[in-house]
């Protein structure tokens, strides 16, 4: 397991953008494949972004492809999720989570390690 603490959100309106950070604790964040996860009121947990271990390989969802991007630094231990031209349907609670894999998944219950998750709203 590793401790995962989600951090840069709030509120914004459509069509701004922000950066979420994922900051992992323990020695094992650099070989494991990482993602971002959102939940809306109402709505099942969905996954949103994916990042192999090295950062050779991105995967988005149809619905963020062009607008989101995701990256990490593995000498930071930290994921981020640059969110651009922000939609109404983005607001949630957006959770990163470590692969049990090791490789991207798009499944929740393939994580093994989630972190408590940061609050966006866009608003009109």
């Known amino acids: 397991q590793v401790q995962l603490v989600e951090s840069g959100g709030g509120l914004v309106q459509v069509g701004d953008s922000l950066r979420l950070s994922c900051a992992a604790s323990?020695?094992?964040?650099?070989?494991?494949?990482m993602g971002w996860f959102r939940q809306a009121p109402g709505k099942e947990r969905e996954f949103v972004a994916g990042i192999s271990w090295n950062s050779v390989n991105t995967y988005y969802t149809d619905s963020v492809k062009g607008r989101f991007i995701i990256s990490r630094d593995n000498a930071k231990n930290t994921v981020y999720l640059q969110m651009n031209s922000v939609k109404l349907e983005g607001t949630a609670v957006y959770s990163c989570?470590?692969?049990?894999?090791?490789?991207?998944?798009?499944?929740?219950?393939?994580?093994?390690?989630w972190g408590q998750g940061t609050q966006v709203t866009v608003s009109s």
């Open positions: 989570a470590r692969s049990h894999l090791d490789v991207i998944t798009t499944a929740a219950k393939l994580c093994d390690s």
């Open positions: 323990g020695r094992t964040f650099s070989s494991s494949a």
